[in-house]
């Protein structure tokens, strides 16, 4: 029992610190930037508080940072996704048509290492996602298939229980650096169309529209990178841990099931999946056709995050004579 609570002990405190990481400390600057930010006069009035009331309403403002950042920790998944970019309609079709380019290109032209870090396979176009971040996830998610013909979302919640703690603890690590730049990106684009909102419609300096909408913007920007970055930390990670234990797992499921491993890991899926018998023949894998496009057009080459910094600058550069006409 002392070393169930031992654990216990450890797993909640690796909890509380990655909250406190990638949850807590982002919305607590978030709020506070926009309470200065909405009310200037805000941080000089707590100053001319009593000792009591500062404390007071420090208290309060933590309350109410660590309430938000619960709600922000528990849509992390969700923003992670759209990031990814699982979105519907013509803005997801564009942003994969530019990257299912960029593969074909890369295809035929490399280098591979771009390829091999960062996107499906060329053979693969159907999974090709509409944002860097996507392919990147992508690339490390359909790793497993590639090589070993398993199904890196099925395989996982067993493969957890067999793993190192140290290949656990670098997975987990990564994936928190994922989660923190996502969640800055984020709070970040909020804060600057807040911000720049509030900034156009009480008549603000344009340099302090600049101040309150580009430069948060030109942050969002910078931290999806980071994610992008911290992503191929976190897919060099996993892929470790199918490469070093996954034979482990299908000793320990399946010991006695002879054959190529693909076909085995297909067998065992199989009946995870549908509970069909690990005996059950191997069926051909078929993948989506998908056209290649080896010439697209100029506006398809530029990627999203390109079209995403001209409308930045564009709204700022249209800020300008509203501001000063005023």
Request: hydrophobic share 50%; with cysteine.
């Amino acid at each position: 029992m002392a070393v169930l609570d031992k654990a216990m002990e450890t797993t909640v405190g690796a909890l509380d610190r990655r909250f406190l990481l990638t949850s807590f400390v982002p919305t607590a600057a978030f709020l506070g930037l926009l309470t200065v930010t909405l009310r200037p006069g805000a941080f000089g009035a707590w100053e001319r508080e009593s000792t009591g009331g500062q404390v007071a309403q420090g208290i309060v403002f933590l309350l109410a940072a660590a309430l938000c950042a619960g709600l922000v920790s528990g849509t992390t998944v969700p923003l992670l996704r759209f990031l990814e970019g699982y979105w519907p309609g013509p803005l997801g079709a564009f942003g994969r048509r530019h990257h299912r380019a960029v593969l074909v290109r890369l295809g035929k032209e490399g280098p591979y290492q771009r390829i091999e870090s960062g996107y499906p396979l060329p053979s693969d176009l159907a999974a090709v996602l509409p944002t860097t971040l996507g392919n990147v996830l992508r690339n490390a998610e359909r790793y497993p298939a590639y090589r070993y013909g398993l199904d890196a979302v099925v395989v996982w919640p067993r493969l957890y229980l067999v793993a190192s703690d140290r290949a656990l603890a670098g997975v987990a690590s990564a994936r928190s650096d994922v989660d923190l730049q996502a969640t800055v990106c984020a709070l970040s684009a909020l804060y600057g169309v807040i911000a720049g909102a509030e900034a156009l419609v009480t008549g603000r300096p344009w340099g302090m529209f600049l101040l309150v909408f580009t430069v948060p913007m030109a942050v969002a920007m910078v931290t999806y990178r980071a994610a992008v970055a911290a992503a191929r930390v976190y897919g060099v990670q996993l892929k470790a841990v199918f490469d070093l234990h996954r034979l482990e797992l299908l000793e320990k499921v399946a010991p006695d099931l002879e054959g190529p491993e693909p076909d085995r890991w297909h067998s065992v899926q199989q009946l995870w999946y549908r509970a069909i018998p690990l005996e059950a023949s191997v069926p051909e894998q078929d993948r989506e056709p998908v056209a290649e496009e080896t010439d697209p057009p100029w506006w398809v080459r530029v990627p999203l995050s390109g079209w995403f910094a001209l409308i930045v600058v564009t709204v700022s550069l249209l800020a300008a004579p509203m501001s000063l006409g005023r």
